[in-house]
């Protein structure tokens, strides 16, 4: 998108606009494709069992190479080569099958806005990050990993949905914006957003409010999906740029005290930078 600025709107109006529709539900939200939709019903149903859900992945091969590709990553960090779908599936679960159903619909059809192709990826790699740490966190307060990883990966899906509605306004306007300017208006409006596709994807009202509340000024103190996500977010920002938000900041962090994570636990989180760094390059390719 160039840097033209229009006569007759201005980029405070764009930020009106864009808040407006995130907040009223007048977003072009992109749906679960077909096969993703099927996969995460099977796995949601506690009748499923693997090779129920194993036919289902197997009619697109798309899928079930993602499958293979996300075994085999330090995500899941498997001791031996897995070669067979359903060596994957079994190492993966259910679970993590669904993550990974959305995975592959939030990299094919959400992380996808023509013309921001260099700011979506690297929301799309800092959302994986943060998907690693959030589970993670869970895993270490024994909370709900699946729900975790969901948030994180889910947490500013409201970026790319608003850099396309921006592109498509422009267009009906006549206008024509600096992407910084852009990048402001979609900021200060993405958790919104993201909370309305996740809503609309029908995630849990937890995933959803997580989303809408990850960059409060003051998240509901009881509420520790929001703290996770808080703290998960500064975590894969301390991964991908430790520069950017450095080892004692995330000591100091004020997710600490809500989640009762303890010293020695931050740092054990801090310890696998370089795991998640790799998760991040295995899963974003």
């Known amino acids: 998108m160039h840097a033209v600025r229009s006569d007759a709107r201005s980029t405070a109006t764009l930020a009106g606009e864009l808040a407006a529709r995130a907040s009223t539900g007048a977003l072009d939200l992109p749906l679960l494709p077909d096969v993703a939709m099927r996969v995460i019903n099977a796995c949601s149903d506690p009748n499923s069992d693997l090779r129920r859900v194993a036919e289902v992945v197997r009619h697109d091969p798309a899928m079930a190479a993602h499958v293979l590709r996300v075994a085999n990553s330090p995500m899941y960090a498997p001791r031996t080569p897995i070669v067979s779908l359903q060596q994957a599936l079994a190492r993966v679960g259910l679970a993590g099958l669904k993550q990974i159903a959305l995975l592959v619909t939030c990299q094919a059809r959400v992380f996808v806005a023509p013309g921001f192709e260099a700011p979506v990826a690297e929301a799309l790699r800092h959302s994986i990050a943060v998907a690693f740490f959030a589970q993670e966190i869970a895993r270490s ?16 899906v409201g970026r790319p949905v608003l850099l396309q509605a921006s592109a498509d306004i422009a267009r009906a306007w006549g206008a024509s914006f600096a992407i910084e300017e852009v990048a402001a208006a979609v ?7 993201g909370g309305a596709l996740a809503a609309a994807w029908k995630l849990s009202e937890r995933v959803a409010d997580a989303i809408r509340q990850h960059h409060a000024e003051a998240p509901a103190l009881e509420d520790s999906s929001v703290w996770t996500l808080v703290l998960a977010d500064a975590l894969a920002k301390h991964a991908l740029d430790p520069t950017a938000m450095p080892g004692d900041r995330i000591r100091a962090h004020r997710a600490a005290a809500p989640l009762e994570i303890y010293p020695d636990a931050l740092d054990a989180l801090l310890l696998l930078r370089d795991r998640a760094v790799a998760a991040v390059e295995t899963l974003a390719s």
């Open 187 to 193: 900021d200060a409006s993405h958790a919104a957003a």
């Open 141 to 156: 307060r024994r909370a709900n990993v699946e729900e975790a990883f969901l948030t994180g990966l889910l947490h500013d």
